[in-house]
């Protein structure tokens, strides 16, 4: 199939902020929605089967916003197109069987989003037996003949989350620390680039790390244990920042702090992912910041390719917009731009895009911290 070349990110943005997302109440077990299709190829307005492995529940994102925005892009572009789906719940085997029952079940496309990046590589392999496209999607899956990726500039992600931090601790007149730093699952090469943007970070402004983590599976309990762990080690009183990975790793951390009499308040913390509790965390003042990843555009995206190698076509115009090294090869890229969210502008980021709504955030417990915020 033909492949554009390198185009602007201003158009895919665009066209998938279209649409909003809908929810959806099914427990992640393997399900399918819109009507039932299939043959081997289709056209405009025929049905399909596109498979949609998602990599776990524990990070709150995957069942609030990625699914339901990837499945109602689908029914919007094909209703009678059929989604075949699987959460893994971390459980790169899982995943694995789950591929396998997808292609039974005829699957003519897969977006895979990885348990493991690089034992996701036999999923590729099976699935290009078969003649199925694979788009990577938010992961980035190592060594195997991925058709596409999309996610976002991930190295970037780290980066953002380490210049807010450092620039944080200057301002509260620690520049150098030291800081706590708990990393993401060893298995997910996003988080080795998270870890990567923001070790340059820190090696450059001369922050310390006293003691730094990897955490399995993005637990939030285990990094709740990381965190008691470096409490333990270090002294309540030395630890001035902790970078947490995203969001879940931060509630962790900080439940950690709190466990221990220490006010999150007075200690920055990052996040990722712009969870409902994170920003009600940063609007009360506990956690410091997290990184938006726009997830409606990103699962758009995905699914207006999905129905695009479904029906032999070329990608929309515009929609990719660069190249990434898997180790096997240079594969077409959707990469888009993340965004640090403080409280500062949480209304212009969160707010304004309808990621959460101020009724969302301002339950009871945060009205007060909402208003003077001057959200509501």
Same mark, same amino acid.
């Given at each position: 199939?033909?492949?554009?070349?390198?185009?602007?990110?201003?158009a895919?943005?665009?066209? &998938?902020?279209?649409?909003?997302?809908?929810?959806?109440?099914? +427990?992640?077990?393997?399900?399918t929605?819109?009507?039932?299709?299939g043959?081997?190829?289709?056209?405009?307005?025929?049905?399909?089967?596109?498979? @949609?492995l %998602?990599p776990e529940?524990?990070?709150?994102?995957?069942?609030?916003q990625?699914?339901?925005?990837?499945?109602?892009?689908v029914?919007?572009?094909c209703?009678?197109?059929?989604?075949?789906?699987s959460? &893994?719940?971390?459980?790169?085997s899982? #995943?694995?069987?789950?591929?396998?029952?997808?292609i039974?079940?005829g699957?003519?496309v897969?977006?895979?989003?990885?348990?493991?990046?690089?034992? !996701?590589?036999?999923?590729?392999?099976r699935?290009?037996?078969?003649?199925?496209?694979?788009?990577?999607?938010?992961? @980035?899956i =190592?060594? !195997?003949?991925?058709d596409?990726?999309?996610?976002f +500039?991930?190295?970037?992600?780290?980066? @953002?989350?380490?210049?807010? =931090?450092?620039?944080k601790?200057?301002?509260?007149g620690?520049?150098?620390?030291?800081?706590?730093?708990?990393?993401?699952?060893?298995?997910?090469n996003?988080?080795? @680039?998270?870890? #990567?943007?923001?070790?340059?970070?820190?090696?450059?402004?001369?922050?310390?790390?006293s003691?730094e983590y990897?955490t399995?599976?993005?637990?939030p309990?285990?990094?709740q244990q990381?965190?008691?762990?470096?409490?333990?080690?270090?002294g309540?009183?030395?630890i001035?920042?902790?970078?947490?990975?995203?969001?879940?790793? &931060?509630?962790?951390?900080?439940? &950690?702090m709190?466990?221990?009499?220490?006010?999150?308040k007075?200690?920055?913390?990052? *996040?990722?992912?712009?969870?409902?509790?994170?920003?009600?965390?940063?609007?009360?003042?506990?956690?410091y910041?997290?990184?938006?990843?726009?997830i409606?555009?990103?699962a758009?995206?995905?699914a207006?390719?999905?129905?695009? =190698?479904?029906r *032999?076509?070329?990608p929309?115009?515009?929609?990719?917009? *660069?190249?990434?090294?898997?180790?096997?090869?240079?594969v077409p890229?959707?990469? %888009?731009?993340?965004v !640090?969210?403080?409280?500062d502008?949480?209304?212009d980021?969160?707010i304004a895009?309808?990621f959460?709504?101020?009724?969302?955030?301002c339950t009871?417990?945060?009205?007060?911290a909402?208003e003077?915020?001057?959200?509501?």
């Open positions: 199939m033909t492949k554009r070349s390198i185009l602007s990110l201003v895919v943005a665009a066209t &998938a902020l279209a649409l909003g997302a809908c929810g959806s109440d099914d +427990d992640g077990a393997t399900s929605s819109a009507a039932t299709g043959g081997a190829s289709t056209q405009a307005g025929e049905s399909g089967k596109i498979a @949609l %998602l529940s524990k990070t709150a994102r995957y069942e609030s990625d699914r339901p925005g990837f499945e109602s892009k029914a919007e572009l209703p009678d197109c059929e989604i075949i789906y959460n &893994a719940d971390q459980d790169a899982k #995943q694995q069987s789950q591929a396998e029952a997808a039974t079940e699957a003519q897969m977006v895979l989003d990885p348990v493991d990046s690089a034992s !996701a590589a036999a999923v590729v392999n699935a290009s037996q078969s003649d199925i496209p694979v788009i990577s999607y938010d992961r @980035l =190592l060594d !195997a003949p991925v596409y990726y999309i996610s +500039d991930n190295v970037k992600v780290g980066e @953002l989350q380490g210049t807010s =931090l450092s620039d601790l200057e301002e509260d620690n520049p150098t620390g030291p800081i706590v730093k708990i990393n993401g699952a060893p298995t997910d996003n988080a080795k @680039l998270f870890k #990567q943007g923001s070790n340059d970070v820190f090696s450059e402004r001369g922050v310390e790390i003691k990897d399995p599976d993005w637990s309990d285990k990094a990381e965190m008691e762990q470096a409490i333990t080690a270090v309540k009183d030395t001035k920042g902790v970078y947490a990975a995203n969001d879940g790793t &931060a509630g962790g951390a900080i439940a &950690a709190k466990s221990a009499g220490m006010d999150p007075q200690i920055p913390v990052t *996040g990722q992912d712009a969870e409902l509790a994170a920003i009600q965390r940063i609007i009360a003042g506990e956690q910041m997290t990184v938006y990843k726009a409606k555009p990103e758009e995206a995905a207006e390719l999905a129905i695009a =190698l479904l *032999g076509e070329d929309p115009e515009g929609m990719v917009n *660069g190249e990434t090294d898997n180790g096997q090869g240079a890229s959707v990469l %888009l731009e993340p !640090a969210v403080t409280e502008n949480v209304q980021t969160i895009d309808g959460w709504t101020p009724q969302q955030i009871k417990a945060y009205q007060k909402c003077d915020a001057g959200i509501g």
